[in-house]
């Protein structure tokens, strides 16, 4: 049972495109994310959201966007796709506490 | 702003011995620090969460301090195990917000 899921797993595209990767959480959370790991192993938080309220980390480019049709999901629009852009992106859920995130498997995603 | 800083270099350690990972952030002291595992191509896996009121937290073999004069967080292994190996990654969060920073975490080699 996949607390929580993502896909897909790779995503190969090239420049100028637009992408999507989506993301269901089943263990019923308020909160979700989005992260961004780079090669350097950096986690950086993207996007937090809950049904109150959407979070943005205000060095995040507006060709990314965050769309949740239900409290379960959260999935991440990228618009015109730069090199830049190639990472590993989490999407991630928790209580609205501090007692951890529960993160997805990643999305590799590489832009030619 | 807040930073959170782990060695970037690999802790390399034999088996049976107790591993220790260091976690320093800079500016205020944060409310709650998190600790991380995370496995090549997986996303982190939380693993304990220590309160600033907190000086210890334990959890079978794992511990963590959390010293607010030395802005520090230990992180140890006892009785460490191959199995043990992955990268360990703290992560902070403060002022009412339950959204982590990371830091870029610290890779474990335990050898046989």
């Known amino acids: 049972d996949t607390a929580v899921s993502q896909t897909p797993k790779y995503l190969v595209t090239q420049m100028g495109n637009d992408k999507s990767i989506k993301c269901e959480q089943n263990?019923?959370?308020?909160?979700m994310y989005w992260y961004k790991q780079d090669s350097k192993k950096f986690l950086k938080i993207m996007f937090s959201?809950?049904?109150?309220?959407?979070?943005i980390n205000e060095t995040v480019p507006n060709r990314f966007s965050p769309k949740s049709p239900d409290k379960a999901h959260l999935n991440l629009h990228i618009n015109s796709l730069e090199l830049g852009d190639s990472a590993v992106y989490f999407c991630?859920?928790?209580?609205?506490?501090?007692?951890?995130?529960?993160f997805g498997p990643g999305t590799r995603l590489t832009v030619t | 702003s807040q930073k959170i800083e782990q060695n970037s270099e690999a802790l390399n350690i034999q088996e049976g011995k107790t591993a220790t990972l260091t976690c320093n952030y800079t500016?205020?002291?944060?409310?709650?620090l998190q600790w991380y595992r995370q496995d090549p191509g997986r996303g982190p896996v939380f693993l304990l969460l220590?309160?600033?009121?907190?000086k210890e937290k334990r959890k079978e073999r794992l511990k963590v301090t959390f010293d607010t004069t030395l802005k520090q967080s230990l992180f140890h292994i006892t009785a460490s195990q191959p199995a043990d190996s992955a990268t360990y990654l703290c992560?902070?969060?403060?002022?009412?917000?339950?959204?982590?920073?990371f830091g870029r975490g610290t890779s474990l080699i335990v050898h046989p």
């Open positions: 991630a859920s928790s209580q609205d506490s501090p007692d951890g995130q529960y």
């Open positions: 263990l019923g959370h308020d909160t």
């Open positions: 959201y809950n049904n109150k309220e959407l979070i």
């Open positions: 500016n205020y002291s944060p409310a709650y």
């Open positions: 220590i309160r600033e009121n907190e």
């Open positions: 992560a902070q969060a403060s002022g009412g917000s339950y959204i982590p920073t």
